[in-house]
Protein backbone atom coordinates (compact mmCIF):
# COMPACT_ATOMS: atom_id res chain seq x y z
CA UNK A 1 0.00 0.00 0.00
CA UNK A 2 1.40 3.54 -0.50
CA UNK A 3 1.86 5.74 1.69
CA UNK A 4 1.30 9.38 0.91
CA UNK A 5 2.62 12.57 3.18
CA UNK A 6 2.28 16.19 3.15
CA UNK A 7 5.59 18.39 3.72
CA UNK A 8 3.89 21.24 5.43
CA UNK A 9 6.89 23.39 5.33
CA UNK A 10 6.37 23.86 1.48
CA UNK A 11 2.28 23.12 1.13
CA UNK A 12 0.92 26.24 0.18
CA UNK A 13 -2.74 25.27 2.07
CA UNK A 14 -6.09 24.60 1.50
CA UNK A 15 -7.53 27.98 0.63
CA UNK A 16 -4.30 28.81 -1.62
CA UNK A 17 -3.74 25.23 -3.83
CA UNK A 18 -5.85 22.65 -2.19
CA UNK A 19 -4.75 20.94 -5.59
CA UNK A 20 -4.05 17.34 -4.11
CA UNK A 21 -7.21 17.06 -2.40
CA UNK A 22 -9.14 18.66 -5.55
CA UNK A 23 -7.77 15.79 -8.14
CA UNK A 24 -7.77 12.56 -6.05
CA UNK A 25 -10.18 10.48 -7.66
CA UNK A 26 -10.30 8.28 -3.96
CA UNK A 27 -10.79 10.90 -2.06
CA UNK A 28 -7.77 10.14 0.05
CA UNK A 29 -7.28 14.12 1.36
CA UNK A 30 -9.69 16.01 3.50
CA UNK A 31 -9.35 19.75 4.71
CA UNK A 32 -9.03 20.89 8.46
CA UNK A 33 -9.36 24.96 8.44
CA UNK A 34 -6.70 25.42 5.85
CA UNK A 35 -4.73 22.19 6.16
CA UNK A 36 -5.39 19.32 3.65
CA UNK A 37 -4.26 16.04 5.69
CA UNK A 38 -4.06 12.62 4.75
CA UNK A 39 -7.09 10.93 6.17
CA UNK A 40 -7.40 7.81 3.63
CA UNK A 41 -4.68 6.80 3.06
CA UNK A 42 -5.87 3.32 2.66
CA UNK A 43 -7.62 4.11 -0.28
CA UNK A 44 -4.61 5.68 -2.31
CA UNK A 45 -3.92 3.48 -5.30
CA UNK A 46 -0.95 5.33 -5.71
CA UNK A 47 -1.52 7.08 -9.33
CA UNK A 48 0.45 9.76 -8.49
CA UNK A 49 -2.30 12.18 -9.64
CA UNK A 50 -1.73 14.48 -6.67
CA UNK A 51 1.85 14.69 -6.81
CA UNK A 52 1.36 15.69 -10.44
CA UNK A 53 -0.19 18.48 -9.20
CA UNK A 54 1.54 19.42 -6.91
CA UNK A 55 2.98 22.85 -7.51
CA UNK A 56 5.50 22.70 -4.54
CA UNK A 57 6.31 19.21 -4.30
CA UNK A 58 4.42 19.01 -1.05
CA UNK A 59 2.77 16.03 -1.18
CA UNK A 60 5.12 12.68 -1.78
CA UNK A 61 3.29 9.02 -2.31
CA UNK A 62 5.87 6.32 -1.75
CA UNK A 63 5.77 2.48 -2.16
CA UNK A 64 6.69 0.36 0.84
S1 LIG B 1 -1.58 8.85 -5.57
FE1 LIG B 1 -3.62 9.14 -6.50
S2 LIG B 1 -5.03 8.04 -5.13
FE2 LIG B 1 -3.12 8.35 -4.01
S3 LIG B 1 -3.41 10.22 -2.83
FE3 LIG B 1 -2.40 10.79 -4.77
S4 LIG B 1 -4.06 11.32 -6.19
FE4 LIG B 1 -4.96 10.19 -4.47
S1 LIG C 1 -1.21 20.28 -3.98
FE1 LIG C 1 0.69 20.45 -2.78
S2 LIG C 1 0.83 22.58 -2.15
FE2 LIG C 1 -1.26 22.20 -2.84
S3 LIG C 1 -2.42 21.72 -0.97
FE3 LIG C 1 -1.73 19.78 -1.87
S4 LIG C 1 0.27 19.32 -0.88
FE4 LIG C 1 -0.21 21.49 -0.50
Redesign the pocket.
Known sequence: MPSVT?DYQI????KE?????NNCPMEVFTIEGDK?VVANEEECTGCGV?ED????G??KVKFE
Open positions: ICKGACGECYVCVCPTAV
